[in-house]
């Protein structure tokens, strides 16, 4: 077996994918809960859209690649396959905005926020062995059963939690703990899905793939890009609160033009009725 390393470019790489990945989590909880709290099917579409992006994009995926840039293997060169390493993105989306639309639309029932978290959870170990498929190297991958299963209940269990949080509570204090429990959970995932893999072969050059050095740079521009428009988008407009409020207010106009335009009718059909002389 050939020895492997998570931390080739040192802890400070997991550190920061760790804190990037909160603040991922915690755009994508916030636009859900906007989503929510949003009175037109349009709106509740794009806060869906949004949420997804930055809970499975930023949140779940950028923290799978960056760890997975800092894994290295002793006597072997190791690749990665873009196309696969770009397909991983599509699963973390795709599945986490899968569980947040359950969620947002039967959120209050426990079987929902199972489903929903099941689904989410689901994507962040999709996207973790999807990454580890991109994976090039000159040797064999092995995968242990106990710390992938382990990984698995990790992660369902962090965004079971992490929804349940944002759905039943609906303070900035209770969105923070679940964007870090979610954060945790994604992290632990990885960790313990790595803690799986073991390599064996002779080791060498790999002549497929790229080169993870390449991919550091067009990483950090996508990832740090992204998560600059989705904190403009999500910090620029209204909070839930705002929005419930707004409608109440919308509604609450609504009905005293009704009542008023009903109040100047009655007058009206009274002295229509005043006119009409009584027949002798």
């Not at 992006?53 to 690649?65: E, R, T």
């Not at 960790?191 to 002779?202: P, Q």
Request: proline residues 4%; aromatic residues 4%; glycine residues 12%.
């Amino acid at each position: 077996m050939l020895e492997t390393d998570q931390f080739a470019y040192g802890v400070i790489v997991p550190v920061l994918a760790f804190v990037v990945s909160c603040l991922g989590c915690g755009l994508g909880l916030a636009a859900a809960a906007r989503g929510r709290a949003a009175s037109s099917r349009l709106h509740r579409g794009a806060w869906l859209v949004v949420a997804a992006i930055a809970v499975g994009g930023v949140g779940v995926w950028s923290l799978h690649a960056a760890a997975l840039l800092g894994f290295d293997v002793e006597g072997a060169e190791v690749r990665y396959d873009v196309p696969t390493a770009a397909a991983s993105v599509g699963v973390a989306v795709l599945l986490v905005g899968a569980g947040l639309r359950v969620v947002s639309a039967r959120g209050d029932r426990p079987a929902a926020l199972a489903l929903g978290g099941a689904l989410a959870g689901l994507g962040v170990v999709g996207t973790h062995h999807v990454g580890v498929a991109a994976v090039r190297l000159e040797g064999e991958i092995h995968l242990h059963p106990a710390p992938v299963a382990a990984s698995a209940v990790l992660a369902v269990a962090g965004a079971v939690l992490a929804l349940r949080w944002n759905v039943l509570h609906r303070d900035w204090r209770t969105t923070t703990g679940a964007a870090l429990a979610l954060g945790l959970a994604v992290s632990g995932t990885h960790y313990t899905g790595m803690a799986a893999v073991s390599v064996s072969g002779a080791g060498g050059e790999v002549l497929t793939g790229t080169d993870p050095g390449v991919l550091v740079t067009p990483f950090l521009v996508l990832v740090v890009g992204t998560t600059i428009v989705l904190a403009f988008v999500v910090c620029l407009w209204p909070t839930e609160e705002e929005i419930r409020a707004q409608g109440v207010l919308a509604a609450r106009r609504r009905y005293a033009a009704l009542a008023t335009s009903s109040a100047s009718a009655r007058p009206s059909s009274s002295r229509s009725s005043s006119r009409v002389t009584p027949s002798r």
